[in-house]
């Protein structure tokens, strides 16, 4: 996992900016500012998302399939 300064500071070194990283991913440049900024945690949804792509939050497990009754 990484930090948001870590992802900020990778995104200036690629010559990327946190809106062209949004719109490629087709999420708004604002959902990803405050998912970047602390403001939106990452808890779930479209966040949670956000934060997952980032690499800010590590992806979750897979569900394990339910045995037939």
């Known amino acids: ?3 948001p300064e870590q992802v900020k500071a990778d995104f200036q070194a ?3 900016t946190i809106s062209q990283w949004a719109r490629d991913h087709h999420w708004t440049p604002r959902e990803v500012s405050l998912v970047l ?3 939106v945690k990452g808890l779930y949804g479209r966040g949670h998302e956000i934060a997952v792509a980032l690499g800010i939050k590590d992806a979750p497990e897979p ?3 339910l045995a037939a009754a």
């Open 37 to 39: 900024n602390g403001q």
């Open 1 to 3: 996992m990484r930090t």
């Open 14 to 16: 690629r010559g990327i």
């Open 63 to 65: 569900e394990p399939e």
